[in-house]
């Protein structure tokens, strides 16, 4: 899921969000998703926990580069 910038703060991102809880606490089925820092925010207000971060790094040479994510799941009833 992505929000265009120009779009972000206006809570389309948590609508969505939300959307998919309400199908997965129906189904009872846990939700995962990789976040970037900019929906941490987001994902925590909405009940979610983070896992795991990942920071991925360019190893090719004269590439220095890195970013980070975080793994953040939710599941129904705590899961």
């Not at 910038?5 to 969505?16: N, V």
């Not at 199908?23 to 939700?31: E, L, Q, R, S, T």
């Not at 925010?41 to 220095?64: M, P």
Request: glycine residues 10%.
């Amino acid at each position: 899921m992505a929000v265009d910038p120009d779009h972000f703060r206006r809570g389309f991102g948590a609508m969505l969000c939300r959307y998919s809880i309400d199908i997965a606490a129906k189904d009872n089925v846990p939700i995962g998703v990789i976040a970037a820092e900019t929906g941490m925010k987001l994902y925590a207000s909405l009940g979610y926990s983070t896992d795991v971060k990942v920071t991925l790094t360019d190893g090719r040479e004269n590439k220095e580069a890195s970013v980070d994510f975080w793994v953040q799941k939710w599941g129904p009833h705590g899961i």
